[in-house]
């Protein structure tokens, strides 16, 4: 019995974590929209930043119980199960054209910030001063965001479009901050409770910290993001799920890094390098060259995302088979 702990807990933290992440995108949202702020800067910054919450707080929990190969391991597997697996299932649901000049502008520098983390992991040292420059840089993209937002606002672009009809719904603002309080409360619980249980069966199993943040872990904390864009495209909104993953993405490698890296530096695993972060960067660059090359519009097909997928089992598989 004391061996099915651990599951039930992660299994537990898991759903929380994806309930409370949408109770607190939900009431932050409405919130935002009842203070004036524009639908497409809800967009840019608070909803990506709630589709990243459950990494933040399970990274940050996990980088204070020690176990800082939990906290890179979610943030990388994250990234990887984001742009495999939710964006590969979410165009074998329905085809999916990027056409928001704003995505083209966010897709080249959600790469160019896997890139400069990947730069700084070469020494296999995450260092404190690592961890605020990662920080500073997550508050300058939110920053530029917001500036972006603003001068986009008076113009016709598709996202703007997709998240002013994604936000059109009204709450009242005692509501919506009663939904952000109890969905920050449920995610630090939650996130203690994942992190407990997945510490815990990687001793089971006699498995790294660093394998279970880059499976159980990972896809778990990736439920928002498997929410939120399957039903984006489900509904037609592309650029919306799309938006949702780029946001995601950055906020994984610039604020749940950062943190985990001002919390508790740490010595790097060459394999969570040379073989993860490395998957993370194939699977990403080859939609960012195609977004550069074609001018008007991007088309993710069902066998693009039948091939990202498959992909992710691959990855999947030889990640297992290594650890074991």
């Given at each position: 019995?004391?061996?099915?702990?651990?599951?039930?807990?992660?299994?537990?933290?898991?759903?929380?974590?994806?309930?409370?992440?949408?109770?607190?995108?939900?009431?932050?949202?409405?919130?935002?929209?009842?203070?004036?702020?524009?639908?497409?800067?809800?967009?840019?910054?608070v909803?990506?930043?709630?589709?990243?919450?459950?990494?933040?707080?399970?990274s940050?929990?996990?980088?204070m119980?020690?176990?800082?190969?939990?906290?890179?391991?979610?943030?990388?597997?994250?990234?990887?199960?984001?742009?495999?697996?939710?964006?590969?299932?979410?165009?074998?649901?329905?085809?999916?054209?990027?056409?928001?000049?704003?995505?083209?502008?966010?897709?080249?520098?959600?790469?160019?910030?896997?890139?400069?983390?990947?730069?700084?992991?070469?020494?296999?040292?995450?260092?404190?001063?690592?961890?605020?420059?990662?920080?500073?840089?997550?508050?300058?993209?939110?920053?530029?965001?917001?500036?972006l937002?603003?001068?986009e606002?008076?113009?016709?672009?598709?996202?703007?479009?997709?998240y002013?009809?994604?936000?059109?719904?009204?709450?009242?603002?005692?509501?919506?901050?009663?939904?952000?309080?109890l969905?920050?409360?449920?995610?630090?619980?939650?996130?203690?409770?994942?992190?407990?249980?997945?510490?815990?069966?990687?001793?089971?199993?006699?498995?790294?910290?660093?394998?279970?943040?880059?499976?159980?872990?990972?896809?778990?904390?990736?439920?928002?993001?498997?929410?939120?864009?399957?039903?984006?495209?489900?509904?037609?909104?592309?650029?919306?799920?799309?938006?949702?993953?780029?946001?995601?993405?950055?906020?994984?490698?610039?604020?749940?890094?950062?943190?985990?890296?001002?919390?508790?530096?740490?010595?790097?695993?060459?394999?969570?390098?040379?073989?993860?972060?490395?998957?993370?960067?194939?699977?990403?660059?080859?939609?960012?060259l195609?977004?550069?090359?074609?001018?008007?519009?991007?088309?993710?097909?069902?066998?693009?995302?039948?091939?990202?997928?498959?992909?992710?089992?691959?990855?999947?598989?030889?990640?297992?088979?290594?650890?074991?």
């Amino acid at each position: 019995m004391s061996n099915l702990l651990p599951l039930l807990a992660v299994i537990c933290g898991l759903v929380l974590l994806a309930w409370s992440a949408d109770r607190f995108v939900y009431g932050a949202a409405a919130l935002a929209r009842n203070l004036g702020v524009s639908p497409l800067i809800i967009g840019l910054t608070v909803v990506g930043f709630g589709t990243s919450a459950p990494e933040l707080f399970v990274s940050a929990q996990a980088a204070m119980d020690g176990a800082t190969g939990l906290a890179l391991g979610n943030a990388v597997g994250s990234n990887i199960a984001n742009t495999a697996l939710v964006l590969g299932s979410a165009a074998m649901i329905s085809p999916m054209t990027i056409r928001s000049t704003i995505l083209r502008r966010e897709y080249p520098v959600m790469l160019l910030v896997m890139l400069v983390v990947f730069a700084l992991m070469w020494d296999l040292q995450l260092s404190r001063a690592d961890g605020l420059l990662l920080f500073a840089g997550l508050l300058a993209l939110i920053g530029w965001s917001v500036t972006l937002g603003l001068k986009e606002r008076s113009s016709i672009d598709s996202l703007s479009t997709e998240y002013d009809q994604e936000l059109s719904h009204e709450v009242k603002t005692t509501v919506a901050i009663s939904w952000v309080i109890l969905g920050l409360i449920v995610l630090l619980l939650s996130a203690h409770l994942l992190v407990w249980g997945a510490v815990k069966l990687a001793l089971w199993f006699g498995l790294s910290d660093t394998t279970i943040g880059l499976t159980i872990v990972a896809i778990g904390t990736s439920l928002p993001e498997v929410a939120t864009t399957t039903a984006s495209a489900r509904r037609g909104e592309t650029d919306l799920a799309i938006g949702n993953i780029i946001g995601s993405n950055n906020f994984n490698m610039l604020g749940v890094i950062g943190l985990a890296g001002i919390i508790q530096p740490a010595q790097i695993n060459p394999q969570l390098l040379f073989r993860d972060m490395t998957t993370m960067l194939a699977l990403s660059l080859p939609l960012a060259l195609v977004i550069l090359m074609k001018r008007k519009a991007t088309r993710i097909t069902a066998l693009h995302g039948l091939i990202l997928v498959t992909c992710y089992v691959a990855y999947l598989v030889i990640v297992v088979t290594q650890a074991l």
